[in-house]
């Protein structure tokens, strides 16, 4: 028996996670992309409540359950019965705990359970199990009867991800084809769909994602999470984009998506990867280090003493975020200092003695600033801000023409 759980494990793995530190998801296109997630829940949960629910069926042999018994409502926001263990027999228990069960390894894979309790009762035909307000299912194999239960459950997620389909049903068959027959796990050898990224509240956690659908979206590619959630500050080189996320301490559990977007399109994304939100930390991540200093005395230099031209890219990263920037002048000149990207941000310039040399918010190509002034020799600050609370990438291209 310890030979098929060891198996079985072994596959499973492959399903519920591609190691301890790293999910993996393919978005479902023909050249697909893939999106990497450096998280630290793995997928030992789960296959340790899918190893708990094939035990208990097994104990839950046919010739165990026969007889009637009393109706068990096991309730999904818990898992626990509705009433007083103590009053049940010894196996009309172990159902209520096998029940129980099914929704605790269903949150595992980041589903939503919903709000229907689990009704599961002993009859003269065999064991019944179904959610309330359904018809459920009769079956003289445990196993049967709760995995079908595992199928109702998933069956009323409506957030279910089509990669997560595939990985219930297995469950439910193997399921269904316990006690007796464990090569009921050789249903999981067959099955190639990638696992979903489970990721916790209140925690960064790095992403990466490539292939074409990277190039597609462009340089200034945009991901977006579920509401509630932060992205950092994101990087693209060729396909491969790299970024962060931070999962809000309200978003719900249950599946969600990361939508990637083009640059020039916020409406309609590239594609999406689907995850999963469960746990998480009540107390908030450090926040990510500032890609560019706030004050005078920690502004990046953009423009050196003798340059005509400079470039730079940066992140907004909120409300609170200013990116400063220093620009050394040695002599006469017209300055531009032009942004670029998906960002709607503004800038002010100001020199020395911090009086106002040029601002400006929307004269450039579509939300994007553009400054032009004539500058003497001295140093100046560029101060970068969202026009309306917001965050996002920018770039910043620099020109000074000599008079």
Do not use: W
């Amino acid at each position: 028996m310890k030979k098929h759980m060891n198996v079985a494990a072994k596959r499973i793995a492959r399903i519920a996670s591609a190691g301890l530190a790293l999910s993996v998801l393919a978005t479902p296109v023909v050249a697909q992309s893939v999106l990497t997630a450096d998280t630290e829940i793995s997928g030992d949960a789960y296959l340790n409540r899918l190893a708990e629910i094939m035990n208990d069926i097994r104990r839950l042999a046919p010739d165990n359950v026969e007889g009637e018994g009393p109706l068990l409502t096991i309730l999904p926001e818990t898992g626990e019965f509705a009433g007083d263990l103590g009053t049940l027999s010894d196996i009309d228990r172990q159902l209520a705990r096998a029940g129980g069960r099914l929704f605790d390894l269903y949150r595992e894979i980041g589903g939503d359970p919903g709000e229907r309790p689990l009704l599961i009762q002993r009859t003269a035909n065999g064991l019944f199990s179904a959610l309330e307000g359904e018809n459920g299912n009769v079956s003289a194999q445990p196993g049967d009867a709760l995995g079908s239960s595992l199928g109702d459950i998933a069956a009323n997620d409506e957030r279910l991800p089509g990669a997560v389909a595939p990985v219930v049903a297995a469950v439910v068959d193997t399921l269904a084809s316990a006690p007796n027959a464990n090569a009921g796990f050789d249903l999981l050898a067959a099955l190639e769909p990638d696992p979903i990224a489970v990721l916790a509240r209140n925690q960064r956690v790095g992403l990466t994602i490539t292939g074409p659908d990277v190039e597609t979206a462009g340089k200034f590619a945009v991901i977006a999470g579920p509401a509630g959630s932060r992205v950092g500050q994101t990087a693209v080189s060729g396909d491969t984009l790299t970024t962060n996320i931070v999962i809000g301490p309200d978003t719900a559990d249950g599946f969600g998506k990361i939508l990637l977007f083009s640059g020039s399109d916020s409406l309609t994304p590239v594609t999406s990867y689907d995850i999963a939100v469960r746990g998480g930390e009540t107390t908030p991540p450090v926040a990510e280090p500032d890609d560019h200093g706030g004050t005078t005395a920690t502004a990046t230099p953009l423009l050196g003493g003798g340059a005509v031209s400079a470039s730079v890219t940066g992140h907004i990263g909120g409300p609170d975020d200013v990116d400063m920037f220093s620009l050394t002048v040695t002599a006469p000149g017209s300055l531009t200092i032009a942004s670029s990207g998906p960002t709607d941000i503004a800038a002010t310039l100001t020199d020395s003695n911090g009086t106002l040399v040029g601002d400006d918010d929307n004269s450039g190509s579509r939300y994007n600033f553009a400054v032009q002034t004539v500058v003497n020799p001295g140093t100046y600050v560029l101060a970068v801000r969202h026009c309306c609370s917001g965050s996002g990438r920018y770039q910043l291209d620099t020109v000074l023409n000599p008079l």
